[in-house]
């Protein structure tokens, strides 16, 4: 009996000894134990404070989640245009977040009327923000067309609510992306209760406005500095010194305290931009359905499987799966059974999503992407997450040591075609390039300004190290070796403000390519079914408008690739 006690005894201790490593092993740095020091991470003591309950990023409104991974990217087909400016490179992209469709024209009036609001027009140092923002409408205008009815109605009347807004050029849709990553992160705030309620009415215009980088960066200046906007703010323990007792055997006690949200609270959501041109394309591939374990079966020539353009299934068998040009004079076919429903653009979400859910990646509208069109992808350079328009920026700094917020006074920039737009609007961060300094010894990068990286600007040529950089045959020849030289049409004006168009009619010049002019991809309403196909690449001004291009916008994923944790096969 004695022995029968002993050994359940030597059981009990080895149960509570292995029970206690299983603890301490759970205890770690996700049960708010620092695993490097030991220290509780929540603050109550006085020492460092985490979030670690975050549970991953939430989706954005509008967004699809897209898991990242590698594809070929470019052509694989027969390239029978011979552009050679798509010659297939294997790349990989990180998870990312994409428009289910393209930006509407109810999506884009909302930015107007935001616009509109807070920046009112009959304001003269307001006026060009909103006059900027605007669609240019004409774009539907031809000399031997009858349009006047898209010209007139296409934006504003609601029966094309839903369809995709054009006429907008790259710089547009930039701003557009900007303002929606503001009005996103200011309603997450806000219905977090850190804001009062319907602040984002109540509390904007143009000295007062909600700015994400601001905010972040600076948040005293939120709303123009109008503390009344904020209700509340995030919970900490702040550890005072001054209220030590020294005859408490406690010592110093925390007080409780709140701040600002910050990107350590995980709350704000990272910004919506354009897709990169990999990611654009990786998305309308889609090749996810053409996979067998790691294996690819079968290459994509449409967003769809399959080598046509119309549905196979029995129940819609011959109806198209993307509206375009279907041949000369023919933009939607016969009316009845074969037509595509659309002459020119179409409600999104009229066709059947490809295989991540993403609606007209192919038809309907082209769409811009971020990416500065060069010939060729430098694959050699990079093959993860490729893009080409790195122009890299830092907060400025004032001489108190803060972060510089434009308070008043708004900057305008004056594009090739004359319109004026804001280059950043009040109440927003102020941004200047890196310096010598910033880049000095990185072994990633050189140089702020990288849209040339290793294409296009006179370091690229062979020519480069043959002459001394003060020496006038290095001018010369850097002339000469310029490989994009586009016509330079300069906008200036006079005193009264009037437009000055200086056209440049140079005849030295020998291309078309510049570092102004954007890559937009997909085919659309009127492009023949060659186009459709995600991998090709054209490009045209990024201040230039179209009937035919319009955009959607994406966000980077933070964190973890997937959404959900997976397990290996049986």
Request: proline fraction near 5%; charged fraction near 25%; include cysteine.
């Amino acid at each position: 009996m004695m022995r029968r006690s002993f050994t359940l005894k030597l059981i009990f201790t080895a149960l509570v000894i292995s029970g206690s490593f299983v603890s301490c092993k759970k205890s770690g740095g996700g049960k708010g134990i620092s695993d490097g020091t030991g220290w509780k991470m929540d603050g109550r003591d006085g020492g460092f404070q985490a979030n670690t309950r975050y549970k991953g990023q939430e989706t954005g409104p509008g967004l699809v989640f897209i898991e990242g991974g590698s594809f070929t990217m470019g052509q694989v087909q027969d390239d029978v245009m011979h552009d050679w400016n798509n010659t297939p490179t294997q790349q990989t992209v990180q998870s990312f977040y994409i428009d289910e469709h393209e930006v509407t024209n109810v999506m884009y009036l909302e930015y107007l009327d935001w616009l509109k609001r807070t920046f009112p027009p009959e304001n003269p140092e307001y006026r060009n923000i909103y006059y900027g923002a605007l669609p240019d409408t004409l774009v539907w205008r031809s000399p031997l067309g009858s349009n006047e009815v898209f010209v007139e109605n296409y934006l504003r009347h609601p029966a094309y609510q839903e369809f995709p807004v054009v006429g907008v050029s790259w710089v547009q849709a930039m701003q557009y992306c900007n303002w929606r990553t503001d009005r996103v992160n200011e309603f997450i705030l806000e219905k977090k209760g850190l804001f009062q309620k319907n602040a984002h009415t109540q509390f904007t215009n143009g000295a007062s406005n909600f700015n994400t980088d601001t905010y972040l960066a600076a948040p005293e200046n939120t709303y123009g500095g109008d503390s009344t906007a904020i209700k509340k703010g995030i919970p900490y323990y702040k550890f005072n010194r001054e209220n030590a007792d020294p005859e408490s055997k406690k010592g110093i006690r925390p007080e409780k305290a709140t701040r600002a949200a910050n990107t350590s609270d995980g709350l704000l959501l990272p910004k919506y931009t354009l897709p990169t041109e990999a990611q654009w394309e990786y998305a309308a591939k889609a090749i996810v359905e053409n996979r067998e374990y790691n294996n690819i079966k079968g290459r994509k020539k449409y967003p769809w499987q399959g080598m046509y353009t119309r549905r196979g299934d029995r129940k819609r068998a011959g109806d198209q799966l993307a509206n375009f040009k279907q041949g000369r004079g023919d933009y939607a076919g016969i009316a009845g059974w074969s037509d595509d429903d659309a002459t020119l653009t179409i409600e999104v979400k009229h066709y059947p999503p490809n295989a991540f859910g993403l609606y007209d990646m192919a038809g309907n509208v082209a769409e811009w992407v971020a990416d500065v069109y060069r010939p060729i992808i430098d694959a050699t350079a990079t093959d993860l997450n490729y893009y080409r328009g790195n122009d890299f920026t830092k907060q400025k700094i004032g001489e108190d040591g803060k972060v510089v917020v434009i308070k008043e006074g708004v900057e305008y920039d004056t594009l090739s075609n004359g319109r004026i737009v804001p280059k950043v609007l009040p109440g927003s961060v102020a941004r200047e390039t890196l310096d010598e300094a910033d880049v000095y010894l990185r072994p990633n990068f050189e140089k702020a300004y990288n849209v040339n990286y290793r294409d296009g600007d006179f370091p690229s040529t062979r020519f480069y190290e043959q002459y001394t950089s003060d020496s006038l045959e290095f001018e010369e020849l850097k002339k000469k070796t310029n490989m994009y030289n586009s016509p330079m049409n300069k906008i200036s004006r006079d005193s009264l403000g009037n437009i000055i168009r200086n056209r440049d009619k140079s005849k030295d010049r020998t291309s078309l390519v510049s570092d102004q002019v954007r890559v937009y991809k997909g085919g659309s309403w009127k492009d023949r079914a060659y186009w459709l196909d995600p991998s090709q690449r054209r490009y045209l001004p990024q201040d230039m408008a179209t009937n035919y291009i319009g955009f959607r916008c994406a966000m980077p994923r933070v964190g973890s690739e997937s959404l959900k944790k997976k397990r290996a096969r049986d």
